[in-house]
C-alpha cells in the first residue's frame, strides 16, 4: 500500500478521506465499503480503550455515528462518510479496542457498509495526493508534532 | 467570542447532568462556549458511558437509599456527586479546544490547579487527567463529544461522602468494602480536609472565572441558557428516567477491578491454577503492593492462612521477577506452598496489574 507520512502520520493514498472527521473509506469488489479511523484520529484520541460499533442492519446517514469510542475518559462518536447500511462489524474490536491505535487501517477498521449515494459522496472526500495535501494543512492547522504509536503498531 | 457563562447554583441532580448535556445536542455553529457551574441538591451515582451500572453498583442499595443512578455520555469512571461538589462543565465549539484529548484535558485542568493553589492547596495535574494534592485526589474528570459539541467536566470537592460512596459499590466482599473505605479515606482529599474549613462557594467560583479568563485569554458575559437547549435538557432527563427503569441488579462479583485515583487501584482476582485456585485481593500503589490478602486452596492445602506470606509481599512491585525472587525465598524456609508452585503464585499476583493494564491501556 502506498502511504506518505506526515510527522510520523500515516496517510495511504488508495483510501478516501473524510479529513474534517477524520475517517477513511476502502472500496471492495463486492460493492460495499470498509470504514475506519485515521491514524491522526487515534493519535488524537490516545489509548482506545472501548469501542462499540452500531449493529449490522442499521442505516446511517454520513455525517452520524457508525461506532462510539472511549480514550482516557474521552467519549466521541465515529462519523459515517458515507450513507448506507452496516452489514458487518469489526467484531475484534469488542474484546480489543486498541486494534484502531495498532492498526488503524488493517485490522482496526469499525465497520463495512454497502453505500448508498457513493459516487456522489466520494466527490465530498479526498484521496492520493490530494488528501496528502489536505492532511498536511490539517497537521499544521491542529499543530500536530508528531504522531504517537503504541507498542506494537502496523510498521510501514 | 466571548464565553458564555453560566452560574446555575443548586439544581436537581439529574439537572446538574443534564445542563452540559442538553448544551452538547443544542450546539450549533454560532453558540457561543460555554462554561456552566452547578451543584446537585442531592446525591446520586453517575456512571461513564462505557459502564454498567448493575456491575459498577450496588442498585438494590442506591433504590433503598432512593440514590438515582445516571448513565451520562461522557467517559470515565463511577462517581458520586452530591451538595458538597461544584460541578464544572465546558461546552465548547470543537476548533475552541486542544485537538488531542490529552491537551484537551490539561487545558481544562489548569484553572482548576490554580483555583485550588489560590486557596493555600497544592494541586498538580496528575497525568492524563487528575488533579492530586501529595498522592491524593482532589478532582475527578470526564470528557466527551456530545452533538457537535466538545464537553470537557470536573468539579471542585468541598467533602465527600466516603461511606455512602463505599456502600453504594457493587464490591465482592467485606475485605475489598474495607480496602475501598480505606483507600478512599486515604487517597481522596476535599477543601474540607486540606484546609479544615471550606472556603466560601461564592469566592472559589469568583478565583475560577478570574483563571479560566487567565487560561484562555478571552472574555466572559453572563449568559442563560435558550429554549432549544432546555428542551434537549428535558429530553435528556426522560431518557434517563426511563433507562433507570430498565437497570436490573446483578449479584455481587468474583472478580473485580475499582480504581481510586490513577495511581491507586484494588483488585480481586480469583486464578484458576493446576489443582485448584488462588484468591486475592490487593491495593496497589504505583504498581506496588500496599495491602494483601490471600486465600489459596489446591484441595490438600494444610495452610490455615496466609499472614507471613502476605507480609512478605508487602512492599513488592507487581513485576514477574520480583515476585518470583519474593515468593522463592519466602517457601525456601516455609515449606507449605498451598499445593501451587512459585509460577502459579505469580500468575495470580499478576493478574490484577495486567486488567489495570487492559482497562486503561496504560502500565
Known amino acids: 500500500m502506498s502511504h506518505e507520512k506526515i510527522n510520523e502520520c500515516v496517510i495511504p493514498k488508495d483510501l478516501h478521506y473524510s479529513v474534517e472527521d477524520n475517517t477513511w473509506v476502502r472500496l471492495n469488489e463486492d460493492g460495499t465499503v470498509t470504514v475506519g479511523m485515521t491514524d491522526i484520529a487515534q493519535h488524537l484520541a490516545g489509548p482506545i480503550l472501548h469501542a462499540k460499533a452500531k449493529g449490522a442492519g442499521t442505516d446511517r446517514k454520513k455525517g452520524k455515528p457508525i ?34 491505535n495498532r492498526s488503524p487501517y488493517r ?16 466527490k465530498e472526500m479526498v484521496t492520493g495526493d490530494q488528501a496528502v495535501a489536505a492532511y498536511k494543512a490539517k497537521i499544521e492547522r491542529d499543530n500536530i508534532k508528531a504522531c504517537n504509536h503504541i507498542e506494537g503498531s502496523d510498521t510501514y | 467570542m466571548p464565553i458564555r457563562w453560566i452560574d446555575a ?20 455553529r454560532r453558540t457561543p462556549d460555554t462554561i456552566v457551574l452547578a451543584t446537585p441538591e442531592s446525591p446520586y451515582l453517575c456512571v461513564g458511558h462505557f459502564q454498567d451500572p448493575a456491575r459498577e453498583l450496588d442498585l438494590e442499595f442506591c433504590r433503598k ?6 448513565r451520562r455520555e461522557t467517559g470515565g469512571g463511577t462517581v ?7 460541578f464544572v462543565q465546558w461546552v465548547f465549539q470543537r476548533e475552541s479546544l486542544p485537538r488531542k484529548v490529552e491537551q484537551r484535558f490539561e487545558t481544562f485542568i489548569k484553572p482548576i490547579v490554580e483555583t485550588y ?10 497525568p492524563v487527567n487528575d488533579i492530586h494534592v501529595n498522592g491524593r485526589k482532589i478532582c475527578g474528570t470526564g470528557a466527551g463529544t456530545i452533538g457537535e459539541a466538545e464537553v470537557v467536566t470536573g468539579n471542585f470537592l468541598f467533602d465527600f461522602d466516603t461511606e455512602k460512596m463505599v456502600q453504594a459499590l457493587n464490591l465482592p466482599g467485606e475485605v475489598f468494602r474495607e480496602q475501598t473505605r480505606e483507600s478512599l479515606n486515604k487517597y481522596l482529599t476535599t477543601f474540607g480536609k486540606e484546609k479544615r474549613s471550606q472556603p466560601d462557594r461564592k469566592e472559589v467560583i469568583e478565583v475560577y472565572m478570574a483563571q479560566c479568563r487567565k487560561v484562555l485569554g478571552r472574555d466572559f458575559f453572563d449568559g ?27 449479584s455481587r462479583p468474583e472478580e473485580r477491578l475499582l480504581k481510586i485515583h490513577a495511581g491507586v487501584w484494588i483488585g480481586q482476582m480469583k486464578h484458576a491454577a493446576r489443582g485448584g485456585f488462588i484468591e486475592s485481593v490487593i491495593r496497589m500503589n504505583e504498581n506496588r503492593i500496599e495491602f494483601i490478602k490471600l486465600k489459596a486452596d489446591a484441595g490438600n492445602a494444610t495452610a490455615k492462612d496466609w499472614n507471613g506470606l502476605e507480609t512478605s509481599l508487602t512492599g513488592a512491585v507487581l513485576e514477574r521477577e520480583q515476585l518470583s525472587d519474593r515468593l522463592a525465598k519466602y517457601f525456601s524456609s516455609h515449606r507449605e506452598q498451598g499445593g501451587f508452585h512459585i509460577d502459579d503464585w505469580v500468575e495470580a499476583l499478576l ?13
Open chain 1, 67 to 100: 461506532a462510539t469510542v472511549e480514550s482516557g475518559k474521552w467519549v466521541g462518536p465515529v462519523k459515517s462518510p458515507v450513507s448506507g447500511v452496516i452489514t458487518e462489524v469489526n467484531e475484534k474490536l469488542a474484546g480489543d479496542a486498541q486494534l484502531i
Open chain 1, 107 to 122: 485490522e482496526g477498521w469499525v465497520v463495512k457498509m454497502k453505500p448508498e449515494a457513493l459516487d456522489a459522496e466520494l
Open chain 2, 9 to 28: 447554583g443548586t439544581v436537581s441532580d439529574l439537572r446538574s447532568q443534564s445542563i452540559y448535556h442538553g448544551l452538547g445536542y443544542a450546539q450549533e
Open chain 2, 65 to 70: 437509599s432512593g440514590l438515582p443512578v445516571i
Open chain 2, 80 to 86: 458520586l456527586i452530591d451538595s458538597g461538589q461544584l
Open chain 2, 117 to 126: 493553589s489560590f486557596f493555600g492547596i497544592d494541586a498538580k495535574l496528575y
Open chain 2, 224 to 250: 442563560n441558557l435558550t429554549e432549544k437547549e432546555s428542551k434537549e435538557m428535558e429530553l435528556i432527563e426522560e431518557k434517563w428516567r426511563e433507562e433507570a427503569g430498565h437497570f436490573i441488579p446483578l
Open chain 2, 351 to 363: 493478574r490484577i496489574r495486567n486488567e489495570k493494564k487492559r482497562v486503561t491501556g496504560r502500565e
